[in-house]
C-alpha cells in the first residue's frame, strides 16, 4: 500500500484566489474663495488591506496658528508624526507661505529617512541613513552595500498632504507636500485635491470654472459637486467641511448644506446624457467600413 503524500503546509492559496490589495479610497479637496477664506472638502473613509470604514477620521490637522493640513494615505497613522514634526519646525518662526513649506517639506524627508532606516537598516541597531551613507564601504562590502541600497530605493511613501492656511499679511495660500517630499503652490489656481479621487475632484472643478473669484457659496458647492464625483472611483460616501477664515480659526457649516447640494447632484446637477439624445443616436444609421486583408 502506498502512502498518501503529505500536505504540504502552510497551503498555498493559488494566485488567482488570493485577495487583491485593496487600495485607499480617499479625497481631500481645498479652494481659495473671493472673500479670502478657504473651503476645505473631505471624506471620512479609512481603508486596510481587508477592510474599509467610512465616517471614522478627521483627515485635518492644525501645524501653526493659521495653518493646517488635509492628508490622504493608506496609512494615515503615518501622517500624524510628520504633522507633530512640522509644527514642533514652525514653533517661533515667521508665519510666511515659505516657511510653512520648508517646515513642512523637511518634517515629511525626515520621517521618510527614519522610516526607510527603520525597515532596511533596523537589523543593524541604531544605524541611521547618515551614519549608513557615510561608513557603508567601510562596514559592509561591496555586494551587501549595494543590496541594502536596492532595498532602500524601493521603499516608498503613499503619503499626501494639503496645507491651507494664511500668512502674517492674511493672505490665503495652498500647497502640496508629496513623496519624496517635493511640494507645489496652488495659490494662482485657487484650488487642489489630493486622494484617488483627486483628479476626478479637480476634472470637475475645472468644468465648474472653479477659480479664487469664486464666491464663498458658490466654492463650497463646487466642492461638494466635486467630493460627490469622486465617490463615483470609490471616495467615502460621508463628509466634512470646515471654512477657514484670517484670525478666527475654523468655521462651522450648517447641517442641511450637505444633504441638499447632495439631492440637487443627483437629481439635476451630475452629467448624465438625454434619453432622446440616446434614443436619436441609436436610430441613425452608422455604417461601419469593413475591414479586409
Not at 541600497?149 to 494639503?162: E, G, N, P, R, Y
Not at 466654492?219 to 469622486?230: D, E, H, Q, R, W
Request: aromatic share 8%.
Amino acid at each position: 500500500m502506498i502512502p498518501p503524500k503529505p500536505r504540504r503546509f502552510p497551503h498555498q492559496i493559488p494566485k488567482h484566489k488570493r485577495p487583491k490589495l485593496r487600495k485607499q479610497m480617499t479625497v481631500c479637496i481645498a479652494a481659495i474663495t473671493l472673500e479670502k477664506s478657504i473651503v476645505t472638502v473631505s471624506d471620512t473613509m479609512v481603508t486596510t488591506f481587508m477592510s474599509s470604514a467610512d465616517a471614522t477620521a478627521v483627515k485635518i490637522e492644525s501645524f501653526a496658528k493659521s495653518w493646517e493640513a488635509m492628508m490622504a494615505s493608506d496609512d494615515l497613522t503615518q501622517c500624524q508624526p510628520i504633522i507633530e514634526r512640522a509644527a514642533k519646525y514652525f514653533r517661533n518662526r515667521a508665519n510666511t507661505l515659505q516657511v510653512a513649506r520648508s517646515c513642512l517639506k523637511r518634517a515629511y524627508q525626515q520621517h521618510l529617512t527614519e522610516l526607510v532606516a527603520d525597515r532596511v537598516l533596523g537589523r543593524f541597531g541604531s544605524l541611521s541613513m547618515d551614519a549608513f551613507l557615510k561608513s557603508k564601504s567601510k562596514r559592509f562590502t561591496e555586494s551587501v552595500s549595494q543590496s541594502l541600497m536596492s532595498q532602500i530605493q524601493q521603499v516608498t511613501a503613499d503619503w499626501q498632504f494639503l496645507a491651507a492656511g494664511f500668512d502674517a499679511k492674511k493672505k490665503p495660500h495652498l500647497f502640496t507636500v508629496e513623496e519624496p517630499g517635493t511640494d507645489a503652490v496652488y495659490d494662482g489656481i485657487g484650488f487642489c485635491a489630493i486622494g484617488s479621487g483627486r483628479y476626478a475632484a479637480e476634472s470637475l472643478l475645472f468644468q465648474l470654472q472653479q477659480s479664487a473669484i469664486c464666491t464663498m457659496p458658490k466654492t463650497l458647492i463646487n466642492l461638494l459637486c466635486a467630493k460627490f464625483a469622486a465617490e463615483k472611483v470609490g471616495a467615502g460616501r460621508n463628509t466634512y467641511m470646515l471654512i477657514l477664515k484670517p484670525g478666527s480659526g475654523w468655521c462651522s457649516i450648517p447641517t442641511w448644506v450637505e444633504p441638499t447640494v447632495r439631492q440637487r447632484w443627483e437629481t439635476q446637477i451630475q452629467p448624465r446624457i438625454p434619453d432622446d439624445l440616446l434614443q436619436r443616436v441609436a436610430d441613425a444609421e452608422i455604417v461601419v467600413p469593413v475591414w479586409k486583408p
